[in-house]
């Protein structure tokens, strides 16, 4: 494995926590003393929006340093990162154009691993200790480049019925790709609004049970609004509010990511 380790977030499901999962890993690594480059592949810029103010993203998005720019050209990343304001901790912001990304890749030479080329110096250089890319709510060609660049795959999944449902597919969309980049893992699940009183939580924690192939995290994050006031102040909510509870979770899962990982 090399010095870097690229990890991205990946569900077909929207709202199932990705972005949110992303962005407090990052900076919760990044305040255990790792340096850490976020990557925003998604055109609803959330990741973005974790560490800038709307009006700095959207001029960020409508000009070239983002990545948007970077893969239609297919140009080194390096010169794409933007520093936030908390140390170790970097990004590479999106475009709202992301979304007509797939028709660009269409007809580009070995479309699947273009942002894996992109990539690949940031990566070589060994200065990032993790790389997290945060995908967007679909499966197609640019998940599949997302998951050609990373070296493990977290599911992030909500606890409810269809958040349950989608997984199949996502499992089965996983094995075609490890077809093509067979060196790829799937790290684990974890699970993203979790309401312990309900029965239908105590009811997914049995299905994962009988399902021994798929490893779940020990670390599950419930609902908190401190999330939500969390975003509107463009800050990851293990900053903006170090003593709510879903701070105290996104740490504690950080810490097993970076534990499991190291495997
Ligand atoms: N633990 C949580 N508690 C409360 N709201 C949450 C929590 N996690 C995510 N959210 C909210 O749910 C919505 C979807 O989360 P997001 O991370 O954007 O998912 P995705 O990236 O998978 O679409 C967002 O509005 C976010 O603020
Ligand atoms: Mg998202």
Redesign the pocket.
Known sequence: MDKTMTIC?T?N???????????NVGAAMAMAGKKVLLVDG?M?L?LSLSFFSEDEVLKMAAGEKNLYYAIGKQQDLTDFIVPTVYPNLDLIPSSTLMSSIEYELFTKWQREFILRKCLQKIKDSGVYDYILI?AP?TLGGWVMNILCASDRVII?VEASPWGMFGLANMFDFLNDVKQITPELSVMGVVL???DTRKNYFKQTMETFKEMPDIHLFDTF????????WS?DSSAPVVEFKKSSR?AG?YMELAREVMEYGSR
Do not use: A
């Not at 994050?221 to 939500?228: G, K, L, Q, Y």
């Open positions: 977030f569900n499901k929207g709202g199932s926590g990705k972005s949110t999962t992303c962005s998604d609803q959330n945060d709510p992030p993203t609004k979790v994050i419930r609902v908190d609004s401190s999330i939500e975003q879903s979770e």
